[in-house]
């Protein structure tokens, strides 16, 4: 597979009008696989990295999603790169790229690989969530017996059960929620974060239809107008004057302070030479 044609293919994945350019380096990388510059619009790809050409469109199809995600913010440059948004795009084109069958995630010739993906799926995640769910289930009657003695719970978890507070609020909310154990304990503990009863339904759903948890994520985020470019940039100004003006007066409070002990330090050598004249 040439440079052509990865870029043919990722035209028909999804297509764009802001034009781009593969580049194949040529070379083997220990870091990175590609990346995306977006001053150029150059995807570069480290091509001796790949033994197939199915590994070498997933890195063509991420380095793609930081193209569009660069013309969708009218080329200004992002600040964080893997952010929420950036996974649930790439994912989105993954799918596109499947259904179109141009990339493969499962071949079809690996039925021991599917054969452990189901055996994870049905036994090890679906156990898993059970017995999550009965764990919340003996919390919340190990926090209506502390009361009733007058015992705080919390020091219970902590110096008992040993347990990070966070993660049993979770789970007492996923026997709480009766939550599908066939999410998985990860599955299950970022759907009872969500407070919302309709939007926590809908994220169950999403993930038993093996939405990855990023997609499911941003397509439960409120749909927002697209923020005009100038003033999103003049809001980053402003962010970027306050946060200088801060570390300005940090600075000088610093520097101050520097002054100050040089000065001590100056004095108490000058009496201590004095004192042994």
Not at 90 to 119: D, G, V, W
Not at 135 to 157: M, N, P, T, V, W
Not at 168 to 178: C, F, P, R, S
Not at 196 to 204: C, F, G, I, M, Y
Request: glycine share 4%.
């Amino acid at each position: 597979m040439n440079q052509d044609r990865v870029k043919e293919i990722l035209l028909e994945i999804e297509d764009t009008d802001l034009d781009f350019f593969v580049i194949f380096s040529g070379k083997k990388s220990m870091k990175v696989n590609g990346l995306y510059k977006s001053d150029t619009h150059e995807i570069i790809l480290h091509n001796k990295n790949f033994k197939t050409d199915n590994e070498l469109l997933y890195t063509a199809i991420h380095e793609y999603t930081h193209h569009k995600l660069c013309e969708l913010d009218n080329g200004a440059p992002q600040g964080k790169a893997h952010t929420q948004r950036f996974w649930a795009c790439f994912h989105r084109l993954l799918e596109k790229a499947e259904e179109k069958q141009l990339y493969a995630l499962m071949p079809e010739e690996l039925p021991e690989l599917n054969e452990i993906t189901e055996e994870i799926r049905s036994v090890i995640m679906l156990e898993d969530g059970k017995l999550m769910k009965e764990l919340g289930r003996l919390l919340q009657k190990a926090r209506s017996l502390c009361s009733r003695a007058g015992i705080r719970f919390e020091d219970y978890i902590d110096r008992v059960l040993c347990l990070p507070r966070p993660a049993a609020v979770a789970i007492e909310k996923i026997h709480a929620y009766d939550l599908n154990p066939a999410l998985g304990y990860e599955g299950m503990k970022m759907v009872a974060g969500i407070a919302n009863p309709s939007k926590r339904e809908a994220a169950e759903r999403m993930l038993l239809a093996k939405q990855s948890p990023a997609m499911t994520k941003e397509n439960l985020k409120p749909k927002q107008q697209e923020e005009d470019p100038r003033r999103k940039l003049e809001k980053e100004k402003r962010r970027l004057e306050k946060t200088i003006k801060s570390l300005a007066e940090r600075l000088a409070i610093v520097n101050e302070i520097l002054e100050k002990i040089g000065i001590s330090s100056f004095i108490i050598c000058v009496l201590f030479f004095s004192f042994y004249k």
